[in-house]
């Protein structure tokens, strides 16, 4: 028999993976924004705050698709048993 997953913890794992991938995309989008900023616009700040915030953007439509898409499955497989098959 298959052990029963609560609600809570299949929202607690949804948080869990939102908030790690919306960290990961804002340093992305603050390390983009650095070279930037270094290289090329002559050390302003605006293109590390835009940087940062595309990465926030990014990870709030990534959190926003996940918790609207319920039967969504995360890197599970789902293997098909066949008739006869036990």
């Given amino acids: 028999m298959a052990a029963e997953v609560r609600s809570e913890d299949e929202l607690g794992k949804k948080w869990d993976r939102c908030l790690a991938d919306t960290i990961v995309k804002m340093g992305g989008g603050l390390a983009v924004g650095v070279v930037f900023s270094v290289f090329l616009f002559k050390r302003r700040p605006w293109p590390v705050a835009f940087g940062t915030g595309v990465g926030l ?11 609207r898409s319920p039967n969504l499955l995360h890197g599970t497989f789902v293997k098909k048993i066949e008739k006869g098959e036990k």
């Avoid at 953007?57 to 918790?67: E, I, K, P, T, V």
């Fill in 57 to 67: 953007g990014m990870g709030y439509s990534n959190c926003q698709h996940d918790f």
